[in-house]
């Protein structure tokens, strides 16, 4: 009897593989009209494949439950499928942050390969099926798998490996099926979070400085109210949009915080955070005992234009007053406001836009090792759909590759 590999996403192609690289006959079951529609879209359609750093950067860079995934990383790591790729035909590249990426730039290559791969290994691949059941029958007291139902029919299987995905981005198939077969057999399914996602912001300066990327600021979160203890703070990139926030600072921000982004927090960005407020306020008085000029002109090196308005507008000093009558308090306004610009966080951006979904299957129901369910013998889960994600950089695939490949090699044994 066959396995049935149900998605063809990146953790179900490298279970198919993973199974058929060891002479078993596979099945890999797909309701879409074709393979990897998510990987095509990642790394803005480049693929962030992997990253090449070492085993405990990895694991530093994997949110919820790291050491589930030690013995699959293990089996399988970065390093493993970069080889991988590169022997079966594909160039790869490392790039700033030891994220990797296909020579060719084109995620198309990397889902070209692994099917290529599958297919060469005479996987079964059936797309425009959509498994709607796992099926079970009783052995010795335990549940066993015996197969799945499909909108096609019936397919019998020895063993099933579950590689829906969360629920992010549905228009590419991962749309919580797997959750409702994990759930149909008593396994827990964690609350669900977007990840990886922009925040939503009250102000409207967001909207008139969207499309403004900064570098090198700190942003601070925090309850809000009267608390001084910050929730995050972290130093990098951001970006404004046309509803809040997005970029690296903020996604990292989110795969931190999500569950706690039900309630509004206040956000401070720091648009110099390496100058202090005396350092800034010297720098101040210096542009001023050029001339006198308006405040404005003084200040008009200090950032870039329109966000200078908006920092003017946020401190209350009249931007064209004379620097010669500028008071004390008026360049601590605006130091205050260069310093901390407040935004009211509302709540993250959804499911749409998340890259990944937060939460999943809880993982003390799943074998670390071998991906089997604990409940249902021979039913196996890898990918997005367990409770395992990560921060950007290619470390949430990797979480696909080497749960796919653990899953696929035992569901054999
Ligand atoms: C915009 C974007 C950019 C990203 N960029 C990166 C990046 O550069 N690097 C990185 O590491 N991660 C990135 N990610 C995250 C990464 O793509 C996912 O974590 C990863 O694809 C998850 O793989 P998966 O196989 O578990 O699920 P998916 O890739 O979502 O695959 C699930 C598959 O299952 C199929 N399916 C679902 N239900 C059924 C059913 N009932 N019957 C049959 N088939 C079914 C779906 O159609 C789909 O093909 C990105 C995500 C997004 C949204």
Known sequence: MSIVVVGAGAAGLMAAISAASLNKSVILV?????????????????????????????????????RFLYSAFDGFSNWDMYAFLEEN??????????RVFPDSDKSSDVIRTLENKARELGVDIRYN???TKILSEEADGKKCVCGVETDRGRISASSVIVCTGGISYPSTGSDGDGYRFARA????????????????????????????????????????????KPLYTEFGEMLFTHFGVSGPVILTASALLTDKLQTPKDLYIDLKPALTFKQLDDRMLRE??????????AVKSFLPVRLLEIVLEVSGVDPDK?????????????????????????STMGYNEAIVTKGGINVRDISPKTMESKIVKGLYFAGEVLDLDAFTGGFNLQIAWSTGFAAGRYAVE
């Open 30 to 66: 797909e309701k879409n009209e074709k393979s990897g529609k998510k990987i095509y879209i990642t790394g803005k359609g480049r693929c962030n494949i992997t990253n090449a750093c070492d085993r405990d950067d990895f694991f530093e860079n994997i949110v919820s439950n790291p």
């Open 89 to 98: 035909g594909l160039p790869l590249k490392i790039e700033r942050g030891e």
């Open 129 to 131: 099926t959509k498994v």
């Open 185 to 228: 057999y008593n396994h827990e399914v964690t609350k669900l979070y977007p990840s990886l996602v922009a925040f939503k912001c009250r102000e409207d300066i967001c909207g008139r400085l969207q499309g403004l990327s900064l570098k090198n600021i700190s942003i601070s979160i925090y309850e809000g109210g009267d608390s001084t």
């Open 288 to 297: 001023f005992k050029e001339g006198n000029k308006s405040f404005k002109n």
């Open 322 to 346: 004379s620097v010669s009558v500028v008071t004390s308090a008026e360049r601590k306004a605006f130091i205050d406001a260069l310093k901390g610009l407040k935004l009211t966080i509302i």
